[in-house]
């Protein structure tokens, strides 16, 4: 799940958590018309969240018993469907769902499976947004290998975004254990954090944006000897190790 929040919201949600305890009140609102995601007699088989315009805001797919529904987040908690304008309906009884991006050009794709007699479909996402993004390749080493359960925050001026590595995302579905970042207009990423399933905590930042970066958990803690401190070739080496980049 990606949200954008502000400094001021987080500082204020600890806050609050921390000082209201178990006593707190868990209050839920249904807010699916106001939305404007609400669907009439139609059964949803599956869902998958991904921001396929990196406007840096999540936009929600759904599978039906026919034709799907595409719906672009515009921010406010508002939600416009673009089904027909995006051409990603698949009249039928469709089944599963996934966003990934299938040929690395930064923008995600979209796959959708069907029940008997209706075709799967794999849809090239070819918009033409002007807005950047970042991508991410995880590595886990004391973490499990596909790095599955690392929460990931990017920050820009805009705001922060959040991803989490899952390895499941609605029926019989999984979203591309590669994460990309819709970033909008921001021109530069000014911190990345990975919080590792195994508690390891690594920041970056100042990164370039339209790119993947490679990151390996670090299996163990390094120690620079004091002739290595002192060379700035080797630290340059161990960098280039740990942190690649490729378009």
């Given at each position: 799940m990606r949200s954008?929040?502000?400094?001021?919201?987080?500082?204020?949600?600890?806050?609050?958590?921390?000082?209201?305890g178990a006593s707190a009140q868990i209050v839920f609102t249904d807010v699916t018309a106001d939305a404007g995601i609400a669907l009439e007699d139609s059964l949803t088989e599956s869902v998958a969240w991904g921001d396929y315009d990196n406007d840096g805001d999540d936009d929600l797919y759904l599978t039906v018993n026919g034709p799907n529904h595409l719906f672009r987040n515009d921010g406010g908690g508002r939600f416009s469907d673009v089904t027909d304008e995006a051409r990603v309906g698949n009249g039928g009884f469709s089944v599963g769902t996934a966003f990934g991006d299938l040929d690395n050009h930064g923008d995600l794709?979209?796959?959708?499976?069907?029940?008997?007699?209706?075709?799967n479909r794999l849809w090239r996402n070819d918009s033409v947004t002007g807005h950047r993004w970042l991508g991410l390749r995880l590595h886990g080493t004391r973490?499990?290998?596909?790095?599955?359960?690392?929460?990931?925050?990017?920050?820009?001026?805009?705001?922060?975004?959040i991803q989490e590595v899952s390895?499941?995302?609605?029926?019989?579905?999984?979203?591309?254990?590669?994460?990309?970042?819709?970033?909008?207009?921001?021109a530069v990423v000014e911190e990345l954090t990975v919080r590792w399933p195994s508690g390891h905590v690594r920041t970056l930042r100042n990164?370039?944006?339209?790119?993947?970066?490679?990151?390996?958990?670090?299996?163990?803690?390094?120690?620079?000897?004091?002739?290595?401190?002192?060379?700035f070739l080797e630290n340059a080496k161990l960098r280039r190790s740990e942190v690649s980049s490729d378009q």
């Open positions: 954008i929040i502000g400094p001021t919201v987080v500082a204020a949600v600890t806050t609050v958590l921390a000082t209201a794709d979209l796959v959708v499976t069907a029940d008997a007699g209706v075709p973490s499990n290998r596909s790095a599955i359960g690392a929460r990931v925050i990017v920050t820009t001026a805009d705001g922060s975004h390895d499941g995302a609605g029926r019989g579905s999984q979203n591309s254990l590669l994460l990309v970042f819709g970033l909008g207009t921001a990164l370039p944006v339209d790119r993947y970066i490679a990151l390996t958990e670090r299996s163990t803690s390094r120690r620079r000897s004091p002739a290595r401190r002192g060379s």
